[in-house]
């Protein structure tokens, strides 16, 4: 049940529309610290949907609500579980996302 949830809400981290795309992170930042470590079957399905595009997004409010989302991640989860995907999209990023995933790596 969990993917199926998560797989149909990773769509509105990437979608079209500011908005949507702002608030899908927003809801991601709120429910990161009520699912924890429970979050780890969908982790690697999660990270590049809120990473990819949001952390080098010219939207400041979209930007903002990724960072955050990492935050809450480095947070609530175990850093283990962080680890590789947080290494795969630092080593094919760029520009400032490829910065502030490096900068939580270390």
Do not use: W
């Not at 982790?43 to 949907?49: D, G």
Request: charged content about 15%; proline content about 5%; glycine content about 2%.
């Amino acid at each position: 049940v969990l993917f199926q949830i998560f797989d149909a809400f990773k769509a509105r981290l990437h979608d079209s529309n500011s908005k949507v795309n702002q608030v899908a992170l927003e809801t991601m930042h709120k429910l990161i610290p009520l699912l924890k470590d429970n979050l780890s079957p969908v982790i690697n399905m999660l990270i590049p949907a809120m990473v990819d595009n949001n952390l080098n997004s010219k939207n400041p409010g979209i930007y903002a609500a990724a960072t955050n989302v990492i935050q809450a991640l480095c947070q609530h989860l175990d850093n283990s579980l962080l680890l590789q995907p947080f290494c795969t999209k630092a080593q094919f990023l760029n520009g400032k996302a490829k910065q502030d995933m490096t900068e939580k790596l270390a």
